[in-house]
């Protein structure tokens, strides 16, 4: 199996930035695609941007593009995501995922960590 951990959630201020990390380890984690998505209380998991194996082609929520960073280190086994200029509307639990192709939907991803809290205070 392929795990999944991430880190760098916390509290920061409306306008700040964090940086999560996503470190995997078991099968070889080139061969997929990685993906953030992220759950507010009380709402549905939704996608929030997603990297091929190579890191040739990435996908963005119109909510988060422009203002996040999606990247990957394969040699170090991590997916990242930069976040700038954060809002309270981007409070939730951050989770990333591995599978065989980026898309919207939870169902394509086999893997999952276990989420990392990031909260906006206004």
């Known amino acids: 199996q392929v795990q999944l951990v991430e880190s760098g959630g916390g509290l920061v201020q409306a306008g700040g930035s964090l940086r999560l990390s996503c470190a995997a380890s078991?099968?070889?984690?080139?061969?997929?695609?990685m993906a953030w998505f992220r759950q507010a209380p009380g709402k549905e998991r939704e996608f929030v941007c997603g990297?091929?194996?190579?890191?040739?082609?990435?996908d963005y929520a119109d909510s988060v593009k422009g203002r996040f960073t999606i990247s990957r280190d394969n040699g170090k086994n991590t997916v990242y995501l930069q976040m700038n200029s954060l809002t309270p509307e981007d409070t939730a639990v951050y989770y990333c995922?591995?599978?065989?192709?980026?898309?919207?939907?939870?169902?394509?991803?086999?893997?999952w960590g276990q989420g990392t809290q990031v909260t906006v205070s206004s």
């Open positions: 995922a591995a599978g065989t192709l980026i898309m919207r939907g939870t169902t394509p991803y086999r893997y």
């Open positions: 990297i091929n194996w190579s890191g040739g082609s990435r």
């Open positions: 078991g099968r070889t984690f080139s061969s997929y695609a």
